[in-house]
């Protein structure tokens, strides 16, 4: 279909790496492609744990060929560990993406509530919700870190340029891409 985007969106993580492929039509329409969790246990050596997330993502890269990759964007928090295993999974996926020739694009965690939910303060359980809603599920998908790696695809494709999102012709939006356009509008407007 022409315009038809594929984006593969991933939570990264040591212990668990959520990836999420969805094509995203120009009018916005998603449909899942692909969902999972790359797992490691954390008693394997740090190099062990690496190489594995980096196998898994590198596999999906190459069996789904996406035209971009959206990761969540390290943000600072109190625990220096988590964030230190989601930086060492992005790194990761950068490299892997960038020697393949694809962008990556990195959202902010309220960001990415904020495009699905309409609120950059949704918790876990909303964005799981609209997840589903968004591409027509029976159920949220589980884990949570599978459902997060979908919002961060949908919330790039929504996002990106050229998208409706950004007021393309004709095109409606719904209640939370309303909402998140018009918090996107008043930051710009700062």
């Known amino acids: ?24 039509s120009p009018d916005r329409k998603a449909r899942l492609v692909y969902v999972g969790v790359i797992r490691t246990p954390p008693e394997l050596a740090l190099e ?3 190489l594995r997330i980096g196998a898994g993502i590198a596999d999906l890269l190459d069996e789904h060929q996406p035209d971009v990759v959206a990761l969540e964007r390290v943000f600072a928090q109190h ?6 295993s989601v930086a060492q999974a992005s ?22 509530k904020a495009a699905v939910t309409g609120y950059g303060s949704a918790d876990k359980k909303q964005v799981a919700a609209m997840v589903a809603k968004v591409l027509r599920l029976d ?18 494709a929504w996002r990106a340029p050229g998208s409706a999102v950004g007021g393309g012709a004709g095109a409606a939006l719904t209640p939370a891409q309303r909402a998140w356009q018009q918090a996107e509008k008043a930051t710009r407007g700062r």
């Not at 594929?6 to 969805?22: A, E």
């Not at 790194?91 to 990415?112: F, K, W």
């Open 139 to 156: 159920a949220p998908p589980t884990p949570a870190d599978a459902a997060d790696a979908l919002a961060i695809a949908i919330c790039h």
């Open 1 to 24: 279909m022409p315009g038809l985007k594929r984006v593969l969106g991933i939570d990264p993580g040591l212990t668990r790496c959520g990836v999420g492929v969805v094509d995203v």
């Open 79 to 84: 625990n220096v560990q988590t964030v230190m």
């Open 91 to 112: 790194g990761v996926a950068m490299y892997l993406s960038a020697q393949r020739g694809l962008a990556v694009a990195l959202h902010t965690p309220s960001e990415v």
């Open 48 to 50: 062990e744990r690496v």
